[in-house]
């Protein structure tokens, strides 16, 4: 479907599964490319359970601690079994390719299709398309990990049409077509200029992946304006200090960060089994604080629009 953006929660768990929740994994569809971010063990799973498609052309890794890179080599596999021969890219951070091939490589095997791997440093640009971009950004973990940003450019302005057609009088056809592109055209002997029918540029979407991290400034730099900030939230306020021992954030925190940056939507992720059955626990911390539409606890195999701003 054109212009459609859908973000499906594989894995909504910590470091340890649950009977509810999976280790991480995150896919985003967006016009009918596929994008997986993270993927913990049994993702691949998920993927069938929650009907989410394989054909995933890029899988974005933030950090390679086991519950968010187990499920690369099953998946990997299963997609060599289906006779994949579309190439497949692995964005991961800088330092860890090698250590990245040892996993893929652990059965002896490598895929056949082309696989390549691609180690990332905050502030790149990962994937640079005319439409979109997916940048990397700083976290803090205990090890070498980046976030991910979708950043789509700005769409064309809305064609009035009526306007167009009613009180300018040009009939439907090629001359639309060239006003929207944003070019003069002649008519009835005078010139019509797009800005006449054609409306203000309108912003993109802009959707943000923590993966594990304390709140950081380049956080809410990645999630200006954001529509949707998918944040871990591992702890609760009752284990705060923890939070900041292992490099991880409460719900408030995460609440609070996206309050910063005017993000309209807060996904939180990362649950610790401490919070097995009262997810209701931070999703109400946050929502005390968080001025955006709304914060949830995010559950796996749930499945969220993202809607172009201003058309929610």
Known sequence: MADEMRVTFLGTSGAVPTTERNPSAVLLRREGERFLFDCGEGTQRQMMRFSTGFDVSHIFVTHLHGDHVLGIPGLLQTLDFNDRT??????APHGTRSHLEQLIEATGERPTYPLRIHQVAPGDAVLDREAYTVEAFE?????????????????????????????????????????HAGEPVEHDGRTIRPEEVVGPPRPGRRVVYTGDTSPTAATVEAADDADLLIHDATFGEDHRDRAGQTGHTT??????????????????????????????????????????????????????????????
Do not use: C, M, W
């Open 139 to 179: 976290t803090d973990h205990r090890t070498k990990s980046v976030g991910y940003v979708l950043i789509e450019g700005d769409r064309k302005g809305r064609f009035d049409r009526e306007k167009a057609e009613d009180e300018l009088g040009i009939p439907p056809g090629p001359k639309y077509s060239k006003l």
């Open 251 to 312: 719900a408030k925190q995460a609440a609070e960060l996206a309050n910063r940056a005017g993000a309209k939507r807060l996904a939180l992720t990362h649950i610790s089994t401490r919070y097995a059955g009262r997810g209701g626990q931070l999703e109400d911390e946050a929502r005390a604080v968080f001025e955006g539409e709304r914060a949830f606890v995010a559950e796996d195999g749930r499945a969220i629009d993202v809607p172009f701003p201003n058309e929610g």
């Open 86 to 91: 579309d190439p497949l890219a692995i964005h």
